[in-house]
Each structure stands twice: as C-alpha cells, then as structure tokens.
C-alpha cells in the first residue's frame, strides 16, 4: 500500500527564509505525489503535483518540491518564506486506481516568525 | 461558482440526532468523495463513488450512510450521532485519473455536544 510519511509535524521559520517541508513515500508502483495547503478554516487547496519523468515541480505561490527516487522523497521549498505562508501542509499519494483517492500524510504546520 | 461546495458549513448538534451534509461539484468529475479530518488535523477517506456508484466504503460505523442522487452530488447522512463524529468533513471530487489531484470542498465543521 502507497504512504507517505511527513518530518516534523511543526516547522517554524523567519520571514524571508527558506522553507523546507519533508516528506517521504512509499511505494512499490512508480508514485503520484502532490502537495496540498490548508488555511484556518479552509478546505485543502493543491499545491503542485508530480508528473512522471519531471523532477523538479513547480506549483503555485513560489513553491516548488524536487522528486527524488533514491531517497523516496518529494520535499517541499519554497526560497523566501512570506507570513501569508503561515498554514498547514499536507504530502499524498494515490492509493490506488483513479477511485481509491489519495492517502495523506499526517500534515505540517508552518509557522512564519516575524 | 464554486467547484466543490458543502453545506452547511457550520453544524452543531446534541447527541442521538441525525444529521446531513450535502455536496456538490459543478466540475463534471466522474469521482467524488468524503473524507474525514479528525482534531489532529488528520485527514481520512471515508468513501468513494464513481458514476453514482460506492468504490471504496472504509472502516467507518455504519451510521454513515453516503448516498448519490447523481455524479454531481454525495450526500453523508449520520444517524444517532455521537461525541466521536466531531471532526470536519471534506468532501472532493477526482476526474479519476492516476494523476488528477482531488478538489476539495471548504469543509463542514461537525460538533457533537
């Protein structure tokens, strides 16, 4: 079965500082990865995916993840952290056939310091 | 016009009542789903359809109870609520395939008292 697993389920760094988010998968089957953000009180808002043969993602509000296979990775950055950044951060994976959804990680709340 | 929407948003309820959450995508997916995110921010698939039909139905009390009318709209019907189905409820839609993300409705807070 498909999982992900995400480092640290806190991460706080400084205004204009790089941002790191972790996560790594399992998977028997070449994956499909994706990144979603979560803001108080909102639904989950799609990041970026992975698409096979691209290593290097880009998604939405500056951010970016590298897919890395030998280190099962699929990290997520983003160069210059901004306060609007503050929100939850959740890695999935597809389970499955196109029916079975994703299976997510159990999230990462970025704090953004002043 | 909203892709995924959910009502209501907010819904507090005494124990032993039944209660729904109504969904709906105007996207023209094929798949929709319901999920569960528990207090720890944990988010679990509760069910699938596809085409009006149930995929997956996981490990959840059979007091849930989905139901689609059409590929347009699941609906989650809870019977004799109890203090543990206090979460938020997500509901998304798929085109289905292996790489298509899941689009998700803005949630519909539960509170059991």
């Known amino acids: 079965a498909q999982s992900v697993t995400q480092l640290g389920s806190h991460v706080s760094v400084s205004e204009g500082a790089l941002v790191l988010l972790r996560c790594n998968y399992s998977?028997?089957?070449?994956?499909?990865l994706f990144w979603y953000v979560q803001y108080p009180n909102q639904g989950l808002q799609l990041l970026l995916k992975?698409?096979?043969?691209?290593?290097l993602v880009k998604g939405i509000n500056g951010f970016e993840a590298e897919f890395k296979k030998s280190e099962t990775s699929f990290h997520l950055t983003k160069p210059s952290a901004h306060m609007s950044d503050a929100a939850e951060y959740f890695c999935?994976?597809?389970?499955?056939?196109?029916?079975?959804?994703?299976?997510f990680g159990k999230g990462t709340h970025l704090i953004i310091q002043p | 016009d909203t892709a995924v929407s959910q009502t209501p948003k907010y819904l507090v309820t005494q124990m032993g009542n039944d209660k729904s959450i109504k969904c709906e995508q105007n996207?023209?997916?094929?798949?929709m789903y319901w999920y569960k995110q528990d207090s720890k921010k944990f988010l679990k698939i509760m069910f699938s359809?596809?085409?009006?039909?149930?995929?997956i139905n996981e490990t959840v009390p059979n007091r849930f109870s989905p139901k689609s009318p059409d590929k347009a709209h699941l609906n989650l019907h809870i019977n004799s609520l109890e203090l543990g189905d206090s979460a938020v409820y997500f509901c998304?839609?798929?085109?289905?395939?292996?790489?298509?993300?899941?689009?998700f409705g803005n949630g519909t807070r539960l509170t059991v008292t």
């Open positions: 992975y698409t096979t043969g691209a290593t």
């Open positions: 999935a994976v597809r389970a499955g056939g196109g029916a079975d959804g994703l299976t």
């Open positions: 359809y596809n085409n009006k039909e149930l995929i």
């Open positions: 998304a839609s798929s085109p289905g395939g292996y790489n298509s993300p899941l689009h």
């Open positions: 998977s028997s089957v070449p994956p499909y």
């Open positions: 996207l023209g997916h094929d798949t």
